[in-house]
């Protein structure tokens, strides 16, 4: 079996679109290998700001042969009278490349027709990728792209080189200006090149040894915390490595060389969260922490070169990181000068969203419906909810966050407890953006979660008000994002309050100052309906199967805690035997009741007469349905929702005995309607549980 490369070289790519590069390159060629019928062991793709390089291990050099039947016109046409052949049947062999001798009868259920077999495949996969080649590299999607010279040719940046073999040959193509070669180039000091690569299973020796560059990024990574912690602890310290700034700095450097500078301890008077956000927004580079959790005034930096004189690449990357300690010591006292009095002020002249008002009112409806939902979480948190509310924002117009943006809410837990607010208070303040993603933490207070959720809210109730509803992938204001954070929150917190309930207090807190384009009715509906999407979608994205999750969510999501507990009860009960039948069994209960009360106008209360009953088999019922009826609402008090659809299993052999023994739709009317009412008063009990019409058996 053979090797294949393909390096596309360029000008320096941004780190963040290595990760999608690297997966497009890998997939594209692999489906094009795979609709072209070549064999292939294992593709492995991996980039770095200069190149993004695929090597195709174990592919086969032939394309895969086949045969296959081609019919062409009917024998009567393609032959006239005599037996000779037509027109028809000489056409149809030169346009398959065959003789027509080679021709055959093939019947089939529409007649004869005249059909030849044909070989198919046996290209040189070398001859393939001369031609598939350049369709992958130009279809590659980047988040932005970009045309140079007088090129219409476009890509994420300009390329420079193209390196493509099929063992020891180039795979021959042409892609923007450029024609695909046997040579590669390196690093821009240490090994710039052009190097030849005499065979495609030397191209990473060559990459490795002569181009000095780490094509993995991987490797690149573990390469760089290594050298990180060796240099940390001879200062007697560990690196406060950062997932996300790993993977950034490792996409910038192709030959990562750690360097750990130091800085003026006096500046580490300044908040931990501001120091870390210098090192790491502006200058790439991680903090060190020393062993009893205290920041050190060092930070680690990671080059993309060997320097000559570390000593001098250190003293300039401490300079510029001065300068930027320099402003955060002249903003941190500025701000510390202040007063959230003086902030609030101020926050009455930031606009919020321009037909909203400012953030000033924001705060103050901020404080109202935090209090409420207070009032209904934990009374005695009232006061500190109102008062979280009313300065949650108050940072926002600070020097410290006008500078670090990231810092928002974070610095105002902090100014808070420098200016006297309670630890509650500050906390709250500290967590109201939280959680920021799918994938970052829910606030750790209830103070916490509640101003984060009445923060959320209040944004949904304004922008859907003004029509501003996320449409297709448009959702500029992150009202996804909102319900996601809400959903969590609620779920984490274990908040038994509806969100209906939240919005429409949401909605309550705007009063009449604002023209809204939609009515608040109509508002809160389309909210209320968006957020139950999003819950739906936040559920099957936790494993959960999407009928399961209808089914669950159908009979009720106003407690959502709730919600989320009979959906784990359901999904345990649709793993156990006969789950199958006892929703057939359920379904049928709530398609009667659907079709012949519902649909037939016929009102019925699930009350039921047992003087009206005549079979042994609808007596049991009536007596098994009574019997349970206690069980059924002590379990549903205590949230025992897997004994509750146990009980399920318990009543299903008596509601099977009642189909087989039992005509519901009988000719005397008390008697069907006392029947209607008997089932009725199962699909009640069913219903509070789940939706068993909403599954698929």
């Given amino acids: 079996m053979s090797v294949f490369v393909l390096e596309?070289?360029?000008?320096?790519?941004?780190?963040?679109?290595?990760?999608?590069?690297?997966?497009?390159?890998?997939?594209?060629?692999?489906?094009?290998?795979?609709?072209?019928?070549?064999?292939?062991?294992a593709i492995d793709v991996q980039s770095t700001p200069r190149r993004a390089a695929a090597t195709v291990k174990g592919i086969s050099a032939i394309q895969n042969e086949a045969e296959e039947v081609v019919s062409g016109p009917p024998v009567r046409i393609a032959y006239d009278a005599e037996g000779k052949p037509t027109k028809a049947a000489e056409g149809f062999a030169k346009t398959q490349g065959v003789d027509l001798a080679d021709a055959f009868t093939l019947k089939i259920d529409k007649g004869e027709y005249l059909a030849v077999r044909k070989k198919i495949g046996g290209a040189r996969t070398l001859d393939l990728l001369s031609e598939g080649c350049p369709a992958i590299i130009g279809a590659l999607p980047f988040p932005k792209k970009m045309k140079w010279g007088s090129l219409e040719y476009t890509y994420a940046r300009p390329l420079r080189w193209v390196l493509a073999m099929f063992d020891d040959q180039v795979v021959p193509f042409g892609v923007a200006d450029l024609a695909s070669g046997n040579t590669t180039r390196g690093h821009r000091v240490h090994g710039p090149g052009p190097f030849t690569v005499s065979h495609a299973d030397k191209f990473a020796d060559v990459v490795r040894e002569q181009c000095a560059v780490t094509l993995s990024g991987a490797e690149r990574r573990a390469h760089t915390i290594a050298e990180g912690n060796?240099?940390?602890?001879?200062m007697g310290g560990t690196v406060l490595w950062k997932d996300s700034l790993l993977d950034e700095v490792q996409g910038l450097s192709e030959h990562p060389v750690p360097c750990l500078g130091g800085f003026d301890p006096s500046f580490l008077e300044l908040p931990r969260e501001a120091l870390l956000t210098s090192m790491q927004s502006h200058q790439k580079s991680f903090g060190l922490e020393d062993k009893d959790g205290n920041l050190l005034p060092y930070f680690l930096t990671v080059l993309n070169i060997t320097p000559k004189d570390m000593d001098v690449v250190r003293k300039g990357w401490e300079r510029v990181l001065r300068a930027r300690l320099?402003?955060?010591?002249?903003?941190?006292?500025?701000?510390?000068?202040?007063?959230?009095?003086?902030?609030?002020?101020?926050?009455?002249?930031?606009?919020?969203?321009?037909?909203?008002?400012?953030?000033?009112?924001k705060t103050r409806r901020l404080s109202t419906l935090c209090g409420s939902l207070a009032a209904s979480v934990d009374a005695g948190l009232k006061a500190d909810a109102e008062r979280a509310g009313r300065l949650s924002k108050a940072d926002l117009v600070s020097e410290m966050v006008y500078e670090f943006d990231s810092l928002q809410g974070i610095m105002g837990g902090i100014y808070a407890r420098k200016m006297g607010e309670n630890d509650v208070v500050a906390q709250a303040i500290a967590e109201q953006y939280l959680p920021a993603g799918p994938d970052t933490p829910v606030p750790s207070s209830l103070c916490g979660a509640l101003l984060s959720i009445a923060d959320k809210a209040d944004t949904m109730a304004g922008c859907f008000g003004l029509g501003m509803i996320p449409t297709g992938a448009a959702d500029p204001y992150a009202l996804r994002r909102c319900c996601l954070g809400i959903t969590r929150i609620m779920l984490d917190r274990n908040i038994r309050v509806s969100a209906r309930d939240i919005f429409l207090a949401a909605q309550a807190g705007y009063g009449d100052a604002i023209k809204w384009k939609l009515a608040p009715e109509e508002a809160l509906e389309k909210m209320v309906e968006f957020f139950n999407l999003r819950l739906k979608n936040y559920f099957v994205s936790q494993g959960y199967e999407t009928l399961l999750v209808e089914a669950a969510l159908n009979a009720g999501s106003s407690d959502i805690c709730d919600a989320a507990a009979r959906l784990k009860a359901l999904d345990a009960f649709s793993k156990s035997e006969g789950f199958g039948q006892a929703v057939l069994t359920f379904k049928r209960a709530a398609n009667i009741i659907r079709k012949q009360g519902e649909e037939a106008g016929v009102a019925l209360s699930g009350v039921v007469d047992a003087a009206l009953f005549e079979d042994e088999a609808e007596k049991a019922l009536g007596e098994a349905l009574?019997?349970?009826?206690?069980?059924?609402?002590?379990?549903?008090?205590?949230?025992?929702?897997?004994?509750?659809?146990?009980l399920l299993g318990e009543l299903r052999p008596t509601v099977d005995a009642f189909f087989d023994n039992v005509m519901v739709m009988c000719d005397d009317a008390a008697v069907r309607v006392n029947r209607l009412n008997l089932l009725t008063s199962l699909v009640q009990k069913l219903g509070r549980l789940a939706d068993f019409a909403a599954l698929q058996m």
Avoid: C, Y
């Fill in 326 to 361: 320099e402003d955060g010591r002249f903003f941190w006292r500025n701000d510390l000068k202040n007063s959230f009095d003086a902030w609030l002020g101020k926050l009455d002249s930031v606009i919020f969203l321009a037909p909203l008002g400012s953030m000033g009112n």
């Fill in 8 to 41: 596309i070289g360029t000008e320096e790519l941004p780190a963040r679109f290595l990760p999608g590069l690297e997966k497009e390159l890998k997939d594209r060629l692999a489906a094009f290998l795979t609709e072209s019928h070549v064999d292939f062991e």
């Fill in 626 to 646: 009574r019997a349970v009826e206690p069980r059924f609402e002590s379990l549903w008090q205590a949230g025992d929702f897997d004994a509750l659809f146990g």
């Fill in 230 to 234: 060796a240099l940390a602890a001879a």
